[in-house]
């Protein structure tokens, strides 16, 4: 069939059943996403004869004869030279994040007409954004401009756009699946998982033979040709710190959506139909869901015949991780309350629903090192890890991530490229394997589901006397971030309050579900709903305001901070209690009699690096032509990283922007970087490049000075020349230098959010509506305040689809019940409200340039202070989330009878 694609007459032939999305990227428009590949996200859209569509559900037959427009076609539409005008207007916007959604939003945005414009609501409803939470969405259709123009030096503090943008805009962005199969990647074969549909087997036999000759079928993985070695698929500074309970392809299957076997073919379709001839003769093995009865005498032991080596607490009894931890005398603090409240919360299984699902391509480079191409916050970490589950040395190694499109904590994980790494070498090709959105959903990782007992005691006037906390986490089959989240979450959620006497105890546990994994918070937003809800209930017992009785128990700047190497190295949490109270305040509108409306509000505090050592390096390069080259290891995934380095070197080489290339997240760039994750891009990779570029800056001083027979002090660099006096020297002369920064992620500082809601609730329906939200943020000195305010923005708008309605369900024999965006609603354009930020005024004194982190910490409040605020506005207690219409009902109809 004939068509034209951005102008470009196409002769193609599709496939029976393609989709218009395959067969465009196939022809090279990658600017063309695949988000769900069931209409739902809208992360594909193009136009057809000048009407939007959704390309993945767009049978590609029927663009026959048509005019097709992808992103990469747009600014060809429009008379004027340059950018599209809706382009522009995202660019200047910056309404992105990792961009993955971009190029969808803005096809659908540019075709609208002047009346939807006022309709956002409706005009965007088939358009998901996981990062922004829409407001810099918003503000770019209204054509709102942000971004300010390039300056050298003096950088910090402005709105720098990201370099990235143009490309982002135009659809240029390369993300992990963006390539073509050329070069090395020739060839290239396609990788299908076939998954277990039990919870608990022995596998007695695989019968491969079937799938093995089917045409096109090149190998069939099975556990034995698997290395026998465990690993963890977490991924942290220390290996050592996650248990060792996983196989690349394991003969004992602990949950439904195990991998069983890998089919590598010539393409997907191929791959996806052996998987199905493949016979597997399981043992069935009885299994437990619920980490309560895992724990108990009798019950099924998930890895019990995992030795010392593994480093798990009990494997008889599935506990992977315990912790116990006390400080004063709990028992005495109790006795010494007027007023002890003590209650269960529970928090739910979240999915990150990242637009790009995780993926990687691997091969064969040159010198015959194993290359891979991922979606990872991790490149280092997963380089080193591959290496030793192969047993090849590092340096025959090779991770660099392209773009990344979302992360959340998902992508701190190694969840393909050891399989994928297996095939390549098995096969000596280059082998390719993306996740569909059901596999991300029903087999990557969740939130750890947690279950906080917490016991308060106070004094009659609001002093707190004890806290105490007992947490339970439902880790999953394997123990991947179980220790880490327990011992997280533990954490600031009580170092928060200078309460004299506080114990915490925790287990993780072992279930036959989905693995739970590292999620934005890790560990702190589940127990700082359940400490914040009840510290909640504890105002209201004593009647004192809520944000009184934080001011009373908060820590102050002369406190210690808990662990030994934090250090409180600026202080704005009084401002941002101040500001969100100032916020909230006025008379409650009044909506009719079936509206009840109440406010309510929560605080935390985050340490801004995680312990035990995070290393960061950069190099930083002046070329002959006057411009630097910056290399880091930590990735950008939508965390803003890029604009900050480079607004970080340019501060300190007082230099433009656009002098500044950046290359990221490559093994290949610098010796080591422990990863995107944390909350680290800034405070600890940014610290790395202060220190790089205040280094290259003193040797560009000395070499112009000795150059002019000046000391170095007399030389002052301005964009692209050295001043002396009358003397000027272009930069570019005194090439090649170059200078590498580290830094080791201690001390560590505290960061602080608070967040305040009014909400309305429906006394007949249980509707929850926002009416304000306020969100109080102490980031230090903000380098970039649009991408900072997005940050707080996209994390308010990701906790409160948290808060109210995300869960992923499990049915009875632990299968995900919900793969798809349209049993799984994260939040639409239409229900987010404009959340009102404030940023304290402070200036840390660890972090670089007085900068703390503000990537992972907005979203911990937030279920807090909506629970809070529903029960100032009902009387209702909500003690679990997701806080659904309906649950909220039937509490309501219990509290009213109708
Ligand atoms: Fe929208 Fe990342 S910017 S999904």
Redesign the pocket.
């Given at each position: 069939m004939r068509l034209v694609v951005n102008g470009h007459p196409v002769e193609a032939a599709p496939r029976p059943g393609q989709c218009l999305r395959t067969l465009l990227r196939e022809l090279g428009w990658f600017g063309v996403k695949k988000g769900c590949d069931a209409g739902d996200c809208g992360?594909c859209t193009v136009h057809v004869d000048g009407a939007p569509v959704h390309s993945c559900l767009y049978p590609a037959f029927r663009a026959e004869d048509a005019a097709v427009t992808t992103i990469e076609g747009l600014a060809d539409l429009d008379p004027e030279p340059g950018l599209h005008p809706m382009q522009q207007a995202f660019l200047d916007a910056q309404g992105?994040?990792?961009?993955?959604?971009?190029a969808g939003?803005v096809m659908t945005a540019a075709a609208l007409d002047q009346s939807q414009t006022h309709d956002l609501a409706s005009a965007l409803k088939g358009n998901?954004?996981?990062?922004?939470g829409y407001r810099a969405?918003a503000d770019a259709v209204a054509g709102v401009a942000h971004c300010h123009a390039d300056a050298a030096g003096g950088a910090v503090g402005r709105n720098v756009p990201a370099p990235a943008g143009p490309a982002i805009v135009t659809g240029a962005a390369r993300y992990t699946m963006d390539v073509a199969p050329e070069g090395e990647l020739a060839g290239l074969l396609h990788m299908k998982i076939l998954r277990a549909e039990v919870p608990h087997a022995r596998i007695r036999a695989i019968d491969a033979a079937a799938a093995r000759a089917l045409p096109g079928v090149v190998a069939v993985l099975t556990y034995e040709d698997a290395p026998e070695r465990l690993f963890s698929t977490a991924r942290h500074h220390h290996a050592t710190d996650d248990v060792d309970d996983t196989r690349v392809l394991d003969p004992v299957i602990r949950h439904i959506g195990q991998r069983v076997a890998a089919v590598v073919a010539e393409n997907e379709a191929v791959a996806e139909a052996a998987c199905a001839l493949i016979r597997v003769d399981y043992e069935p093995l009885p299994a437990v869901f619920d980490p309560e009865a895992a724990m108990e005498e009798g019950a099924p032991a998930l890895h019990g015949e995992k030795g010392a080596e593994s480093r798990i607490a009990d494997p008889a009894r599935n506990i992977v991780a315990r912790l116990h931890s006390e400080t004063g005398n709990v028992a005495a603090g109790f006795a010494a309350a007027d007023v002890i409240h003590e209650a269960s919360y529970q928090s739910q299984r979240l999915q990150h629903a990242?637009?790009e699902t995780h993926g990687a391509i691997g091969w064969l480079d040159g010198d015959g090192r194993l290359t891979l191409r991922s979606s990872t916050q991790t490149p280092f970490l997963t380089r080193d890890a591959l290496a030793d589950l192969m047993g090849l040395p590092r340096d025959k190694v090779r991770v660099f991530a392209a773009r990344v499109?979302?992360g959340f904590g998902g992508k701190q994980e190694m969840l393909v490229e050891d399989i994928v790494g297996l095939a390549v070498l098995k096969t000596g090709r280059p082998v390719k394997l993306e996740y569909t959105r059901a596999e991300q959903f029903a087999a990557s990782t969740s939130r750890h589901p947690m279950r906080v007992k917490v016991k308060l005691g106070a004094t009659r006037d609001g002093r707190l006397t004890a806290i105490q906390l007992d947490m339970l986490l439902n880790t999953g089959a394997y123990g991947n971030h179980a220790v880490g989240v327990l011992f997280h979450g533990a954490g600031e959620c009580v170092a928060l309050y200078r309460c004299p006497n506080k114990r915490v105890d925790g287990r993780s546990v072992y279930t036959n579900s989905l693995p739970s994994g590292a999620f934005r918070g890790y560990g702190l937003s589940q127990t700082i709903f359940a400490v914040e809800s009840a510290l909640d209930e504890l105002a209201h017992r004593l009647g004192i305001d809520p944000f009184a009785l934080r001011r009373l128990n908060v820590i102050t700047p002369d406190d210690h901070a808990g662990h030994d190497d934090v250090e409180i190295g600026s202080y704005g949490l009084d401002q941002c209690l101040d500001a969100v109270e100032a916020g909230l305040r006025g008379p409650l509108p009044a909506l009719g009699p079936d509206w009840a409306v109440g406010r309510g509000m929560a605080a935390a505090m985050i340490d801004t690096i995680p312990p035990r050592g995070h290393v960061g390096q950069t190099r930083l390069r002046l070329t002959a032509e006057g411009r630097y080259e910056l290399a880091t290891g930590t990735a950008e995934f939508?965390n803003g990283t890029t604009t900050v380095h480079a607004q970080i070197a340019a501060g300190a080489l007082n230099a433009a922007i656009a002098q500044i290339s950046i290359r990221q997240s490559d093994t290949d760039h610098v010796t080591h970087d422990t990863g995107a994750y944390g909350s680290t891009g800034t405070v600890v990779a940014g610290a790395a490049t202060q220190r790089a570029a205040e280094a290259l800056a003193l040797m560009i001083r000395q070499a112009a000075g000795a150059r002019l027979g000046v000391p170095p002090e007399a030389c002052r660099i301005a964009g692209d020349d050295v001043i002396a006096g009358e003397a000027r020297l272009p930069l570019g002369d005194l090439a090649p230098l170059e200078a590498v920064g580290e830094a080791n992620g201690t001390p560590r500082s505290v960061a602080f959010n608070v967040q305040g809601f009014e909400v309305a609730v429906n006394r007949r329906t249980g509707e929850i509506r926002i009416l304000r939200s306020v969100h109080g943020a102490d980031a230090g000195t903000v380098i970039n305040p649009l991408q900072c305010r997005g940050q707080v923005e996209g994390g308010v708008a990701q906790a409160i689809g948290a808060a109210l309605y995300e869960e992923l369900r499990m049915d009875g024999q632990g299968a995900v019940s919900n793969p798809s965006f349209r049993g799984y609603h994260i939040p639409a354009f239409a229900d987010v409200p404009v959340t009102q930020v404030f940023f304290a005024d402070t200036h840390d004194r660890i972090g670089p340039l007085g900068a703390k982190s503000m990537s992972e910490s907005p979203f911990n409040p937030v279920a807090p202070a909506l629970a809070n605020a529903i029960f100032d506005a009902t009387g209702v207690r909500l003690r679990a989330t997701p806080f659904t219409a309906d649950r909220l009902y039937t509490f309501l109809i219990e509290k009213e009878p109708a």
């Open positions: 992360a992105f994040q990792c961009g993955f959604c971009t939003m998901l954004c996981r990062c922004t969405i990242h637009l499109g979302g939508g």
